[in-house]
Structure formats: structure tokens, C-alpha cells
């Protein structure tokens, strides 16, 4: 006998369990092409190019020229937890790739129409192959076409069957401005790369940056001349070791290197682009720390690049399927360290440009 009022338990279908967590990683278009973006890089990349009509709304693409999916791999690469980038747990402490959870592409193909299109450099021709709800479309399946080497992603009607996130988007030019921002942090923070980005049926890229460029270049190119001006190169290397009076010495080792902006820059809003460990993220409570710094000096928002680097087993980047927090070890020394070093930066003689064409 079952009693009537108790709701039953049941275990959910797999298709509403991929919906649910697809929900979880992809929220807008900005959120998949960072996804992309990872991905490009992660297989080694040179030159990423993105394509975006209304916003990503309707349908944005990704081009890479890194070293492709191999024919083999095709009916796995969108499956849940499918990663050639991780085999153990004990592998996410000395990772080397952005990606590591196979997620990203199981939650675009469930929220989208996902079509991909791969080379790798040794295959004689591409193949292209659509893909729905984790699965590769057959028929027709892998169909051959010309295609440079590399990989492209083309994500179609995101949020096709989902009205409410649809409309939970904002418009075009919001979801464009939230794609070219990513965007020029990741230009920034990889000069190694090119990036471009354009609307469709557009002829000229609204970011372009060319593989090689110095670091001020693209700040000069993305942000505007009076920031690329006012930068301060930083250099933090810290072996530091400061006594915990509780217990033991706890030691931490961290570097940072980057720019920040000059006492005399006056930006409307504060722009603070973080990368720990490759990723980069958000660190709110770096940001207020760093503000607060500056505040002492001048009365205006800084500019602030700063690239953390800290050793693999002290940063926990599996905090969010998004990955845009990490979680590291030694937080609030590591904060006071970069603040008193910003400090004395701002104190010292000044080495920016803008001071050097006043004198
Ligand atoms: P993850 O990046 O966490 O491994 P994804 O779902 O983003 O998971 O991608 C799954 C796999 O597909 C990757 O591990 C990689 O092997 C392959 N892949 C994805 N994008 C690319 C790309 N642009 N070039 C080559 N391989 C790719
Ligand atoms: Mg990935």
C-alpha cells in the first residue's frame, strides 16, 4: 500500500537532468563563446575568430586554427563528462588546460543547435557534422567539406526550446558589448594570439588583435590611448613566508605580473581584468582591496591587469561549472601582498607615460 499524499520519489530522465545543467553553464551567448574561446586555446591556438549575429542571440560562431578532433572522437565530443583533458581527480592539481569538466559542449549542443566543423592539420579534407542534445545527427552524420586546419563551432537559435531564458536575454548590442568585453580580456591576457571579432555581414571586426603584439599594445587597442597611456608595468614575485602565530610557518608562493594604471588616469569605472592560473576570473574580493588602494592615492577607478600565477595544489578552479571564481589557499596574505606592493607603486617615483610627455 502507498500512501496517496506523500509525493514519490523518482529519478529525473537523462534528458532533463542535461537540461538542468546545461542551465547551469550557459546562461547567455557570452557564456558559450567564452567556452569556445577556452577550447580554442586549449588546442592550441593561434588565431581565433568569432562571428556573432544579433548578439549570439541568433547565432554566433568560433574559428580556430589549433589542432583539431580526430574523426574517431566525433560521436563522444559533445557528451557529458567526454574530456580529453583530464583522466584522474588527482590531475586537476597540476592542470594545464582551461577545460577539464567535458561539460561545455554537452550544455551548448542541449540549449542550441550546434553544427562543427574540424580539420586536423594531417586530414586531406574537413568534416562537418551537426549536432543535437549531445549526439551527432544521424543521418546525415560526418559529412566531408573544405575547411582551413582547426576547428569551427557554429551555435545556432541558443535557447530555441526555452522561451524564458530568451527572454531573460538582453538586446543585441548588450549581448554584443558582453561578447567584445570577454573578448579583450582574453586578447589581453594572450598576445601570443590573435583574436577577431565581427558581426555577421560585416566587413570590418569591432576587436582585432594581431598574434604577437605586446601586452600595452592590446590594452591601447581595446581600452583606448589615455589607458595605454598611464600604465604601470608590475612584477610581484613572492617567495614570502609569514609565520602563522597559531601554529607552524605557513608559507606561500605566488607571482604577478601585469599593469595597472597611474595615479593620474581617471576611468569612468574601475576595469579589473584577473587571470589566476590561465583562467580568468573574478575575484571580488581582489578588486576591493586594489580599490581601496588606489583610493588612498587617488580619487579616481583604476585600470588593472593583473596575471596571478600560484602553484597548481593551493588553487581550486572546480568551484563552478563556469570557472569564473577559484577558490585559492592563503587568500588573504596574497590580497595584502598585492595591495601593499600596489601601494608602493603608486608612492614611488612615477614611470608612466602620461607624467613623462607633462615633464
Ligand atoms: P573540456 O574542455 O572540459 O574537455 P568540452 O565539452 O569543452 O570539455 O570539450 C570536449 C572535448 O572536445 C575537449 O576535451 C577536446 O578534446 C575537444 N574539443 C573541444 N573544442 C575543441 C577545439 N576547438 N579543438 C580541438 N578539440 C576540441
Ligand atoms: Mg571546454
Same mark, same amino acid.
Given at each position: 500500500?502507498?500512501?496517496? @499524499?506523500?509525493? !514519490?520519489?523518482?529519478?529525473?530522465?537523462?534528458?532533463?537532468?542535461?537540461?538542468?545543467?546545461?542551465?547551469?553553464?550557459?546562461?547567455?551567448?557570452?557564456?558559450?563563446?567564452?567556452?569556445?574561446?577556452?577550447?580554442?586555446?586549449?588546442?592550441?591556438?593561434?588565431?581565433?575568430?568569432?562571428?556573432?549575429?544579433?548578439?549570439?542571440?541568433?547565432?554566433?560562431?568560433?574559428?580556430? /586554427?589549433?589542432?583539431?578532433?580526430?574523426?574517431?572522437?566525433?560521436?563522444?565530443?559533445?557528451?557529458?563528462?567526454?574530456?580529453?583533458?583530464?583522466?584522474?581527480?588527482?590531475?586537476?592539481?597540476?592542470?594545464?588546460?582551461?577545460?577539464?569538466?567535458?561539460?561545455?559542449?554537452?550544455?551548448?549542443?542541449?540549449?542550441?543547435?550546434?553544427?562543427?566543423?574540424?580539420?586536423?592539420?594531417? &586530414?586531406?579534407?574537413?568534416?562537418? =557534422?551537426?549536432?543535437?542534445?549531445?549526439?551527432?545527427?544521424?543521418?546525415?552524420?560526418? @559529412? $566531408?567539406?573544405?575547411?582551413?586546419?582547426?576547428?569551427?563551432?557554429?551555435?545556432?537559435?541558443?535557447?530555441?526550446? /526555452?522561451?524564458?531564458?530568451?527572454?531573460?536575454?538582453?538586446?543585441?548590442?548588450?549581448?554584443?558589448?558582453?561578447?567584445?568585453?570577454?573578448?579583450?580580456?582574453?586578447? =589581453?591576457? !594572450?598576445?601570443?594570439?590573435? %583574436?577577431?571579432?565581427?558581426?555577421?555581414?560585416?566587413?570590418?571586426?569591432?576587436?582585432?588583435?594581431?598574434?604577437?603584439?605586446?601586452?600595452?599594445?592590446?590594452? !591601447?587597442?581595446?581600452?583606448?590611448?589615455?589607458?595605454?597611456?598611464?600604465?604601470? $608595468?608590475?612584477?610581484?614575485?613572492?617567495?614570502?613566508?609569514?609565520?602563522?602565530?597559531?601554529?607552524?610557518? &605557513?608559507?606561500?608562493?605566488?607571482?604577478?605580473?601585469?599593469?595597472?594604471?597611474?595615479?593620474?588616469?581617471?576611468?569612468?569605472?574601475? =576595469?579589473?581584468?584577473?587571470?589566476?592560473?590561465?583562467?580568468?576570473?573574478?575575484?571580488?574580493?581582489?578588486?576591493?582591496?586594489?580599490? &581601496?588602494?588606489?583610493?588612498?592615492?587617488?580619487?579616481?577607478?583604476?585600470?588593472?591587469?593583473?596575471?596571478?600565477?600560484?602553484?597548481?595544489?593551493?588553487?581550486?578552479? /572546480?568551484?563552478?561549472?563556469?570557472?569564473?571564481?577559484?577558490? %585559492?589557499?592563503?587568500?588573504?596574505?596574497?590580497?595584502?601582498?598585492?595591495?601593499?606592493?600596489?601601494?608602493?607603486?603608486?608612492?614611488?617615483? =612615477?614611470?608612466?607615460?602620461?607624467?613623462?610627455?607633462?615633464?
Amino acid at each position: 500500500h502507498v500512501e496517496p @499524499s506523500i509525493p !514519490r520519489i523518482v529519478s529525473l530522465g537523462e534528458d532533463v537532468i542535461q537540461q538542468i545543467a546545461a542551465g547551469e553553464v550557459i546562461q547567455r551567448p557570452v557564456n558559450a563563446i567564452k567556452e569556445l574561446l577556452d577550447n580554442a586555446l586549449d588546442a592550441g591556438s593561434s588565431q581565433i575568430n568569432i562571428v556573432v549575429k544579433e548578439g549570439g542571440k541568433k547565432m554566433l560562431s568560433v574559428q580556430d /586554427n589549433g589542432h583539431g578532433i580526430q574523426k574517431e572522437d566525433l560521436p563522444l565530443l559533445c557528451k557529458r563528462h567526454a574530456t580529453s583533458k583530464l583522466r584522474s581527480f588527482e590531475d586537476l592539481d597540476n592542470l594545464s588546460t582551461l577545460g577539464f569538466r567535458g561539460e561545455a559542449l554537452a550544455s551548448i549542443s542541449t540549449v542550441a543547435h550546434l553544427t562543427v566543423i574540424t580539420k586536423p592539420p594531417a &586530414a586531406v579534407a574537413g568534416l562537418k =557534422i551537426p549536432y543535437n542534445r549531445n549526439t551527432a545527427l544521424e543521418p546525415p552524420g560526418p @559529412s $566531408p567539406c573544405a575547411a582551413q586546419n582547426g576547428t569551427t563551432f557554429i551555435v545556432d537559435d541558443l535557447f530555441y526550446s /526555452n522561451e524564458q531564458r530568451r527572454k531573460a536575454l538582453g538586446s543585441a548590442a548588450e549581448e554584443y558589448a558582453r561578447i567584445l568585453d570577454l573578448l579583450g580580456r582574453y586578447a =589581453i591576457s !594572450r598576445p601570443d594570439v590573435g %583574436f577577431s571579432c565581427k558581426k555577421q555581414g560585416e566587413r570590418r571586426p569591432d576587436l582585432h588583435t594581431v598574434a604577437g603584439t605586446s601586452a600595452q599594445d592590446i590594452i !591601447r587597442v581595446v581600452y583606448g590611448a589615455s589607458v595605454a597611456q598611464s600604465l604601470l $608595468p608590475v612584477h610581484l614575485e613572492e617567495p614570502g613566508e609569514k609565520m602563522d602565530t597559531s601554529t607552524a610557518a &605557513a608559507t606561500f608562493s605566488f607571482t604577478a605580473s601585469g599593469f595597472v594604471s597611474c595615479t593620474h588616469y581617471s576611468g569612468r569605472k574601475g =576595469i579589473f581584468i584577473i587571470r589566476i592560473n590561465g583562467h580568468i576570473v573574478q575575484c571580488k574580493a581582489l578588486e576591493h582591496s586594489l580599490e &581601496a588602494a588606489y583610493y588612498s592615492y587617488a580619487r579616481n577607478k583604476p585600470f588593472v591587469y593583473l596575471d596571478i600565477k600560484l602553484p597548481g595544489d593551493q588553487v581550486d578552479v /572546480n568551484v563552478h561549472p563556469t570557472k569564473h571564481e577559484v577558490v %585559492f589557499l592563503h587568500q588573504e596574505e596574497i590580497l595584502t601582498c598585492i595591495s601593499d606592493a600596489l601601494e608602493s607603486l603608486l608612492q614611488g617615483p =612615477i614611470q608612466c607615460h602620461c607624467m613623462r610627455s607633462i615633464a
